[in-house]
């Protein structure tokens, strides 16, 4: 994996509660890296990630507010946060119920700067 | 092999023209297209080289009707027939339920016309189909050229012929003897479906 | 309206919820040699044959070149083109080998094809009938007047 790439997740990944990363290709919804914990399912969480976000997409642009900046799915057990790169490049993390968003957020909008 | 289907009794054989290079096999396709009303027929696919000598096959799905109460449709394909395409020409014999080989009449194209002939018997002993039970007809094309420039059905049966199989003189740019061929084949590939089935 | 049709029953509900949950566009089951097994999408039996022979084909010479690199059986080609993008998968399922040709848009993605071929692999292996014993006979002994019946009407002409 490109030095660059597992830096970014990295970053991301060692957020206390942070179970996973995943680089994942927007429109094709293919990993591009991951660094996931065992058992979770890489290819189904990228490409259903992917498919989220472009549905969100097409909600804020036909709402007029633009693209989504940050996607945070609460489940019962944990969360599934996205931030786009401006590069293409989805940055997703899963992560525990009990996660500090905010610095999730920020630790995913730097790596995806770094992407641009 | 074919599909048959007891649910929805449906039938799809697949056949497939086979002979040397330019002896008229896409020219009996087309003819067949041209002829078959437009509901009855797909379109025609040709995966073909820019100077439209086939690459890869030509392909044509009919629509026979209900033939004992099976909806039965025919799959035609050609195989191309340069001796370079061999890799191919496998590929679209695989699987066939009978074979038309079309052969060039003209005198001078006996020697490719017994290498083809060779080609399909080696052909389908690697897809090891038994070559004495898939139903084969000949066809004998451009018998429409001067006398001196062709061989005889008779003499094309003697030369290519060992097996028998029934054979058809053709002109298929005019349509002369490709219904009979598609006719003979059509029998027999249906026959053996029946008695295969019923043995 | 858009409709999934099978020549073996079996493969409707996987196929169907396949489309559904992969959002492809046209969806085709075929026999390694091009025969149809089950489809969605396709409006004409000879618009599906056409591309049945056309994905066997892709599947067939694809399987050669591997075979000339001794390399295993390839399990999936992709082709994302501008519109729509293309995924030919193969597979085995307890009936024999199996093709499976996507066509997806705009609506769906490669992820998400991948994704849900898995599942059909694996409904399809599930929902896979013993070989059920097949009727003896197909047709019947005077097919043939049926048969010249059938390409007289076909070619316009008398027998």
Request: glycine share 6%; charged share 20%.
């Amino acid at each position: 994996m490109r030095a660059g790439l597992r830096a970014a997740l990295d970053s991301i990944t060692r957020i206390r509660g942070v179970h996973g990363a995943v680089l994942v290709a927007a429109d094709d919804g293919l990993i591009v890296a991951e660094a996931l914990m065992e058992g979770v399912r890489g290819n189904a969480v990228a490409a259903l990630a992917a498919s989220l976000y472009q549905r969100f997409l097409r909600a804020t642009e036909a709402a007029g507010v633009q693209r989504p900046e940050f996607l945070h799915l609460q489940a019962s057990q944990g969360s599934l946060l996205v931030v786009p790169a401006p590069s293409g490049v989805l940055i997703v993390a899963v992560a525990a119920a009990d996660i500090n968003v905010g610095l999730a957020r920020l630790e995913m909008i730097r790596a995806a700067e770094a992407f641009a | 092999m074919s599909l048959v289907n007891f649910t929805t009794r449906e039938i799809t054989c697949k056949l497939v023209y086979y002979g040397p290079g330019r002896s008229g096999k896409t020219t009996n396709l087309q003819y067949i297209y041209q002829r078959v009303p437009e509901d009855r027929r797909g379109r025609m696919v040709s995966l073909a080289t820019q100077t439209d000598r086939t690459l890869f096959f030509d392909f044509l799905p009919i629509e026979l009707g209900a033939i004992s109460g099976f909806k039965t449709r025919f799959q035609l394909y050609t195989v191309p027939g340069q001796v370079y395409y061999n890799a191919t020409r496998k590929l679209v014999l695989q699987g066939a339920d009978g074979v038309v080989f079309v052969a060039d009449s003209q005198a001078r194209q006996l020697d490719e016309n017994i290498e083809s002939m060779q080609n399909l018997h080696a052909n389908l002993l690697e897809h090891g189909i038994d070559v004495r039970t898939l139903p084969v007809v000949l066809q004998y094309n451009k018998q429409d050229l001067p006398a001196d420039l062709v061989l005889t059905p008779v003499e094309l049966d003697e030369a290519i012929n060992f097996r028998t199989w029934p054979s058809f003189a053709a002109d298929a740019l005019k349509g002369k003897g490709v219904f009979e061929t598609l006719r003979a084949l059509s029998e027999r590939v249906l026959r053996r479906l029946s008695e295969a089935e019923s043995a | 309206m858009t409709t999934t049709r099978a020549v073996e029953p079996w493969t409707l509900e996987p196929l169907r919820r396949f489309v559904a949950e992969a959002g492809a566009r046209l969806a085709l089951l075929t026999t390694p040699a091009g025969q149809v097994i089950a489809q969605h999408g396709f409006t004409r039996a000879v618009d599906v044959m056409a591309a049945a022979a056309l994905g066997a084909a892709i599947a067939a010479s694809t399987a050669e070149i591997n075979r000339m690199l001794d390399e295993p059986k390839f399990r999936a080609l992709t082709h994302q083109g501008v519109r729509h993008g293309i995924f030919l998968a193969n597979f085995e399922t307890p009936r024999g080998s199996m093709l499976a040709l996507v066509v997806y848009g705009a609506g769906s993605s490669i992820g998400l094809v991948q994704l849900f071929m898995e599942d059909l692999v694996r409904e399809l292996a599930a929902a896979a009938p013993v070989r059920e014993a097949q009727p003896r006979t197909v047709l019947a002994a005077d097919f043939e007047r049926d048969l010249n019946q059938s390409l007289a009407s076909l070619f316009g002409r008398e027998i």
